[in-house]
């Protein structure tokens, strides 16, 4: 017994000599690889889409619907102002509800679309608000600068990719919330 007890003495010892203070080795280590600033600097969200209804939401009262979307897939919906629907709103303070969606497709769309030849290869739009329909607008952000679109001069192709995933942003923003309606004078 004493021959078992001193060999598992002589084992522990050797073991403990080759791993020497093996804690304080680890605590270097570990204060050696930790980062003093983190290793990316996020932004903060720019704006990257504008959606403006304009027509036939307007025949009962101020119900057609501005949406901002963030670079982040935060977005704001806001009544639009039918006396001057380019004026967007840049901040969700008043928006009539938020939230957020993945833009992910839609700003790979807008990075990758030559909005001349966007413009010169659709056809005409048409004025769906002239028979009390929604036409939209859009003003996009892009890297080139800032795009005007206009459903009433251009026809919006869904099987162009931008125009296909602008089409899925609004699904998942009404998915979201709804405005409201409002009467007139309210």
Excluded: K
């Excluded at 017994?1 to 080795?25: K, N």
């Excluded at 983190?38 to 307007?58: A, K, M, R």
């Excluded at 056809?123 to 459903?151: K, M, Q």
């Excluded at 998942?172 to 309210?186: C, H, I, M």
């Amino acid at each position: 017994m004493f021959m078992r007890e001193t060999l598992l003495i002589v084992m522990l010892a050797v073991v403990s000599a080759a791993c020497g203070d093996a804690g304080a080795d680890l605590e270097v280590a570990a204060a050696s690889t930790v980062p003093t600033q983190p290793p990316i600097v996020l932004s903060e969200p720019t704006p990257l889409l504008v959606i403006s209804e304009v027509g036939g939401c307007f025949m009962l009262g101020p119900n057609c619907a501005t949406t901002l979307v963030m670079s982040d897939g935060s977005f704001g919906v806001f009544r639009t102002d039918p006396a001057n629907v380019s004026d967007a709103p840049l901040a969700f303070s008043d928006a009539e509800y938020a939230g957020f969606v993945d833009v992910s497709d839609l700003a790979r769309s807008i990075a990758g679309t030559d909005f001349g030849e966007l413009r010169r290869s659709l056809g005409p739009g048409a004025c769906n608000g002239c028979v009390d329909g929604i036409d939209l607008v859009l003003r996009v952000f892009s890297t080139s600068g800032t795009e005007d679109l206009d459903s009433q001069q251009l026809a919006f192709e869904t099987d162009v990719d931008l125009f296909r995933h602008l089409e899925q942003l609004q699904r998942d923003v009404a998915d979201l919330g709804t405005l409201e309606p409002q009467p007139r004078g309210s």
